[in-house]
Every structure is written in C-alpha cells, then in structure tokens.
C-alpha cells in the first residue's frame, strides 16, 4: 500500500478546519462600525465548505511540511475564502440570481438588507488582501506581492468577476462546451486554481512542479463545476444548503444541459482522473491530501 | 517670493492629468469579457477631478523630484482612482443612495444594469490592487506590499467601507460634529490621506517628514468633505454634475446642517490653513503642488 492509499483525509480536514475556521473568526472584523463587522462575520463564519482554504494549505505542503511556511499559507488560505465568500454575497443580490438561501441560512443582503451586503462584500474584497500583507514583517515581502498578485488576478475582470459576467450574458443562450468552460474557468476555476498556486508559493514548491500542480488546480475546479452543476439537478435544496435546480430555473446553460447527466458525470470522473495524474506527475512527495480533496469534490453532496 | 506663491498649478495638473488619464485608459481592460471591460471603462474614464491620483503625484514629489519613483507613483495613483471610482458606482445603486446622474452622465447601472455595475465595482477594486504588484519587477517587491496594506486598509471596513456603513446608519440622526467627523475620516478621509501616504512611500519622504504629510492628508481630507457639504447646499445640479441638494433630501447630517452655512465654511478654510502649516513644518522641499491642491480644494466650484 503506498501513502496516498493510508493517507486519511477526515483527521487532517478536521486540524485544519479547525485552524481556518479560527483564524477567520479573528481575522474578520468586528471592529467595523456601524453592524457591518456584524454582517461580514455572517458572510463567512459558520459555513462553507471551505474548500479554497483547504486546497491552499494542502498545496503549501506538498513539497513536505517543513518547506510550508504556516504562518503565510493560513493568510492565504483565509484570503481565497473572503474573496469567494464576497463573491457569494453579491451574487445571491436581487439585481444577481436573487437567491435567499444560502449554506441553510438566509442570504445576506435579506438578513441585513441589500446596502449592507453590498458593503460587506467591498469590505471583504478589502480585507482579504489587508490579510496577505501582514504589516508586522511575519511573511517576506516578495511572497505578500506574490499572493496579492495571484488573488486580484483570479478575482478581477480576467478571473472571477469576468466569468460572472459571462454568466449573466449567457442565460437561454445555447453555449458550446468550449464556450461553457471559458466561463467556468474564469467563474470559479480561477480562484480554485489560485487557491492552489498560491498554496504552492507558501510551501516553497520547486518550479519544476508547478505546472503539474496548475495542470491540477484546473482539472479540479472545472470537475468541481461540473459536479456542482449535476448536484443542482439529482439534490434537494435540504441537502444542498442552497435552492436546488435554480440553474433550470433560470434556463442557465450547465454541463448537464449541454451533454446529458451521465455524460456530465462521466466528464467529471475523467477530469478528477487527469488531476490525479499531474499530482503524480510533479514528483511532490506529501500530494495526499491533495489527492484526497480530489476524492472529496467528486464524491460531494452539498 | 518663495516658491509656493510662484508655483503655477494649471501646467503641473495638466501634465499630470494626462498621465493619469493615459494610464487609466492603458490599464482599465478592454478586455474583461461580455462587456464587463466596456463598464469598467465607462465607470473610470472622461470624467472626475482626480484628486487623489494627483495627491498622490504630488506627495512622490515633495522630497525633490529624484526621489520620485514615476513608475510606482502612477500605478498608486490609478490605483487609489479605481477604488474611488468603484465606490462611487456601488455608492450610486438604488440600494444605497439611488443617483443616476455622475460627472454629468447616466450613472453605471442606469446605462449597464445592475448587475453589470455590482461586478464592474468589484472588479476595479481588484484592479486597483493587481496595478499595485506588476509582475514584471518594475516595483520593488518592498514598496508593492507596503502599497497593497495601505490601499487595503483605506478601502476596508475600518475605512471606506466602514464610514459608508455608518454613512447608512446616520440618516435622519442628529449627530455631533465628533461623530459626524469620525465618519467622514473613514467614508472619504481614509483614501485621500492614504493617497498622501502612498505618494510620499513611492517618493521615498524621509520618515521625519511623514506624520506632517499624515496631518495634511487629514485636514485635507475633511476639508474636501465639508466643502462637498457647503457645494451641494449652494451649489446646482449642472455645475455640479451630481445630483445637487440631496444631503438635505434624503436627510443626511452634513456639516452645513450641524454648523449652518458660514461656519462650515469658515471650518473648512481653518482646515486647509491647518494642512499648509503642516507642509510648512514637514521641511520637504517640494510642497508648491501640494500647497495649490490645498488651495484648489478650498477653491473648487464642483
């Protein structure tokens, strides 16, 4: 039996859940006046899958623990969450999909109102990269730039926010796969990707590997969307945490509609296939965890 | 004579402007898919007095010219310009104070949609932190960190953000002038002086001179907003380019409101008096163009 085999995933997610969730409850700011400390800690404490974080730290210790440098890789970890759970926020507004639902709670903006949410995905955006750069000289200065980069990158115009924009642009037309891919790379694999890279550049990962960890940053997060998008249809609502079948509802083009829902399900099982594979390709020697997150987003429920 | 009365702003503005603008127009990508790009332009360019980018120009060049690092202080100022003007297209949504007239256009969501302007918004403040970390090495890794936590830490909920929550929060209170400031220090005060600072770290100001240009960018700041608050009592909607006499309107606390018409205006001019006396004492040598925005901040019609 070799490593990846024995390597159990549950008591490692449990230590660092633990830490992030932690970390994120210090981190997000009461401080800011006016309830709107209040709504941001609602935006991302006490839910979530936490996913970006978890792939963060995972990557930061492929090349072996003691090349991870913890203090920086548990910043970059939260900084991914914030940028996704902003996203989250804004999107679930009346002028987005309009959503009330979300992780079993009410959404945000019909919690606290809609000019609050507005704000405290800003302020989160703001704080995700406040975090990256410490200010106390406890991460170097070339890694804070580094990760500043890579975070406004995948969240920006050519990243997350473009891919949203695609999105909007895209309900009742019928896209090509290729067409349906751009605009899941940009939406939600770019952070997935960046959440891996940045991992990564914490971890000291050797240059030689990093395009084989790219190679699965992608596979993953276009596999995490394809799963997601048959989720939407096979799951309920009480499952998923979130409406179920909004993107019918909404006559969104998803994988499911464009090839059918074994199709998608196959399409998903091949990505997670080629994510395996770069992660043997690039020669790490702690891909674990790693690979069993790869598990977990083809074996997901919610 | 000394220098500062001869010093001539028109030709310095102009000169400056037009890097600015060039710049913005280089920078804001056309790229962005499915229209994002053409929103994030539209929201950014033709239009504003560009304040804080030339603050920022201005403070890189109060320690003489050769101190100036041109390249890093024009990436500050189109940064600090793109938080700016995201705020002002979220400030601008129905859910927050529902304007649609901006620099005399149709505001951002008025001409694209909402939900174009939510992401358009989103996606400059991202903008505005990628410019700050090119990527290419033309930044000391140093001078991008130390940039990033000051744009961050400005824009966030201990800052922007925040002054806008209790902005929300204050309609139809009586507040005192202690609270009434406290908010305008972080709506509006918290980037202006940010963009003194982030010049003066890209100029490299000895740190004596630094709390000096930290007072000024305060006086300055609120200055600026009790002059916004004198303008839109005495002021009209064309000169303006905003909508004029909405403070009164949607019953906001001004300074014109707590301290009536003429010892607002007395306050602001004690505050730029203030701002002047603290170049005075900062001991740089070239503060003529700081001293003339102090001026044109006390002077502007609009």
């Not at 050519?158 to 939406?187: N, P, Y």
């Not at 694999?189 to 050797?206: D, E, F, I, K």
């Not at 596999?223 to 989720?231: E, P, Y």
Request: contains cysteine; glycine residues 10%.
């Amino acid at each position: 039996m070799n490593a990846v085999a024995e390597f159990d995933l549950a008591p490692w997610m449990a230590r660092h859940l633990s830490a992030v969730e932690q970390a994120l409850s210090d981190w997000v700011c009461p401080s800011a006046p006016a309830g709107l400390g209040q709504t941001m800690r609602y935006s991302v404490l006490d839910g979530g899958k936490r996913l970006r974080p978890l792939l963060v730290l995972a990557a930061s210790e492929s090349a072996g623990p003691t090349a991870a440098s913890g203090g920086a890789a548990l910043r970059a970890a939260c900084a991914v969450e914030l940028i996704h759970a902003y996203s989250l926020v804004h999107d679930d507004m009346p002028c987005m999909d309009n959503d009330v639902l979300r992780r079993g709670k009410p959404t945000v903006h019909v919690q606290f109102g809609q000019a609050q949410a507005l704000l405290a995905g800003d302020a989160l955006q703001a704080l995700a990269f406040e975090l990256l750069v410490p200010g106390d000289g406890s991460l170097p200065d070339g890694l804070s730039a580094h990760l500043c980069r890579s975070l406004a990158l995948a969240a920006g115009g050519g990243g997350m926010a473009g891919g949203q924009a695609i999105d909007l642009a895209s309900v009742g037309l019928a896209l090509s796969q290729t067409e349906l891919e751009h605009m899941h790379r940009l939406k939600t694999g770019a952070l997935l990707q960046a959440s891996v890279m940045m991992g990564a550049a914490c971890g000291s990962v050797p240059s030689q590997a990093l395009a084989h960890l790219a190679d699965y940053g992608r596979c993953l997060g276009l596999a995490f969307q394809v799963v997601d998008d048959v989720l939407d249809v096979v799951s309920d609502t009480a499952t998923l945490g979130k409406t179920a079948g909004k993107d019918a509802d909404q006559d969104k083009p998803t994988f499911v509609s464009l090839m059918g829902l074994e199709q998608a399900q196959t399409y998903a099982f091949d990505l997670l296939a080629h994510a395996r594979a770069a992660l043997v390709s690039s020669g790490l020697p702690h891909v674990a965890p790693l690979h069993a997150l790869a598990d977990w987003v083809g074996g997901r429920r919610h």
